[in-house]
């Protein structure tokens, strides 16, 4: 008997030794409940088939898979195990009183069954285990209660043998049934922490990736050393900002070397020192320094563990400050000439005034004056205008209030300016040929400040020229980029390349009488109109001058 009993014992825990396999192997929980399904309806048949008999009842270990089945299968199981029990439980009932206590079983027990799947599947590990272990006990004691009714009806005494034996199947059933419950359980939690494991190193992984990408994106030179003082990692621009030594020629080479085969000690002992630092726990950074031309930032930190603050490791990070630096003057500067030229301008509005009124007073004198003293009177007047002229386009070039602007035509502003240019060309002996293109969109204008840009491109392109030079005009529409161009041709000496760069300095001139103030002006005031100014120009051929208006600006 007990060598039935040991082999119905093995039998029970097939479930659990094929979910052990099952587990082995790496599947995911989801396949398990119909795994289990399938191996506890084998289970069952397996020990239905091997009962043995006592006292004519026949015993096996079959209600444990077929618990665990239900438990962990769901509602599909609890009825798929139930109509494999019944099917090979039915031919075993001999009597009436067999076939009552089956009837009584099977409608009490399906219906917990469904009632408990879900309540067990929410429960942790130690209620489960209640929870199966008092299901274990009453379905026990129900058994127990069938063999004494089934001993009491066939007149069977209950002798020391009997009662061992109860006794041993009763033990020999929750030990099954409690070892069935803590492995599935313990490869549950298993798989779980192995899956949580895999996605922390799955999202660490990414995290690092993210950082490293980081480290090799960013402007700033990155070196990172271990508590040795091996380089760990060296991104593209720390690769640039700290490599002196020419026997190095690949960044890959460096990565696992030490940083003093790396770091040259004669021409970067500040960068040693600031890892050595470092590693010791301090915390390191200097002031803008410059080298081979370039103004660097320097900086050396530790790395720690977080858990116990020991020094894994040091970072040097390097800056490169030129362009900011640059930029930063430059700004400075910009600002002193803002600050510069409003003083200026609020100088010279006021220099006008006497200025009128010395040209009144020369004018008057004038008229008195014998007629061989007209001509310095003529000249005075004259350097007056044009000292005054000089005034309006500084003034011009430094107001910085908001223009009054409608939408207008370029096209109708040349118009207007056509005839007082072609009689200026005249005059010099030239002419002025205009070419309009087909269709301009209306821009937001101002047709004073326009027609000043008009005037003074044309004036500078006649005076390039000699005589019987053609200025040429012409205005062009590209659709695609929202873009209008004005374009104006001389055919007279052209600029040469080393000039180019200064066109639109002001007070840059190359002409004996001229005050430097005109391109710029003209600059000023497309940049106002959202344009820009573009030069080609060939020494001996000629210069164009392009005036471009952004419409979607």
């Known amino acids: 008997m007990l060598k039935e009993m040991l082999v119905q014992f093995l039998i029970s825990l097939l479930p659990v030794f094929s979910y052990q396999l099952w587990s082995n192997r790496g599947k995911s929980w989801n396949g398990v409940p119909a795994f289990l399904s399938l191996f506890s309806g084998v289970s069952v048949i397996l020990s239905m088939l091997a009962s043995y008999k006592f006292n004519d009842y026949e015993m096996n270990f079959r209600m444990i898979p077929y618990l665990i089945g239900c438990l962990y299968g769901g509602p599909y199981a609890v009825l798929g195990l139930s109509a494999i029990y019944t099917i090979f439980r039915i031919p075993t009932l001999d009597t009436a009183s067999e076939v009552v206590f089956f009837i009584a079983f099977m409608a009490a027990y399906i219906p917990i069954m469904l009632f408990l799947y879900k309540p067990f599947q929410r429960s942790p590990r130690y209620k489960k285990q209640r929870i199966v272990m008092f299901l274990m006990i009453a379905i026990l004691l129900f058994f127990i209660i069938t063999i004494a009714y089934h001993s009491f009806e066939h007149n069977i005494a209950w002798t020391n043998q009997v009662v061992l034996s109860i006794a041993l199947s009763v033990i020999g059933s929750l030990a099954s049934i409690w070892i069935s419950i803590f492995v599935i359980e313990s490869l549950k939690e298993n798989q779980q922490l192995q899956y949580e494991v895999h996605r922390v190193s799955v999202n660490h992984r990414r995290e690092v990736e993210k950082l490293q990408q980081f480290i090799d994106e960013t402007t700033f030179g990155v070196i990172i050393v271990n508590h040795h003082g091996r380089i760990t990692h060296l991104n593209e621009m720390g690769y640039r900002l700290f490599h002196k030594r020419a026997n190095i020629s690949e960044r890959t080479e460096i990565v696992g070397k030490y940083y003093s085969a790396f770091l040259h000690a004669d021409n970067q002992a500040i960068d040693i020192q ?72 609020s100088i010279t509005h006021e220099i006008r005034n006497p200025m009128a009124v010395i040209r009144g007073f020369v004018q008057l004198m004038k008229e008195r004056m014998p007629g061989e003293q007209q001509q310095y009177f003529r000249i005075i007047m004259e350097e007056l205008d044009r000292a005054n002229a000089i005034i309006s386009d500084f003034l011009s070039l430094a107001q910085n209030r ?33 070419e309009l293109c087909d269709y301009i969109p209306p821009l937001m204008l101002n047709s004073k400040e326009i027609k000043q840009l008009l005037l003074n491109l044309a004036r500078n392109g006649m005076e390039a020229m000699g005589d019987k030079g053609v200025l040429r005009m012409k205005t062009e529409y590209v659709q695609e980029k929202e873009r209008i161009e004005l374009r104006i041709q001389d055919h007279g000496v052209g600029i040469p390349q080393e000039q180019m760069q200064h066109l639109f300095e002001p007070f840059y001139t190359t002409k004996t009488r001229g005050t430097g103030l005109g391109l710029p002006l003209c600059l000023s005031i497309a940049e106002r109109h959202n344009g820009k100014i573009e030069v080609e120009s060939k020494e001996g051929e000629g210069t164009t001058f392009i005036v471009s208006f952004n419409r979607s600006a």
């Open 274 to 345: 600031l890892l050595q630092e470092a590693l010791k726990g301090t915390k390191t950074s200097l002031e803008p320094l410059m080298e081979e031309g370039r103004m660097l930032v320097k900086t050396a930190f530790s790395i720690r563990n977080l858990t116990s603050g020991a020094i894994t490791g040091a970072a040097l990070i390097a800056q490169d400050v030129t362009e900011l630096n640059l930029l930063r003057n430059e700004v400075g500067r910009m600002e002193r000439l803002s600050l510069v030229g409003q003083m200026a301008a």
């Open 402 to 434: 908001a223009l009054a602007m409608e939408m207008s035509s370029l096209h109708e502003i040349i118009g207007e300016m056509a005839p007082l240019l072609d009689a200026d060309a005249n005059m010099r002996g030239q002419s002025i040929e205009v």
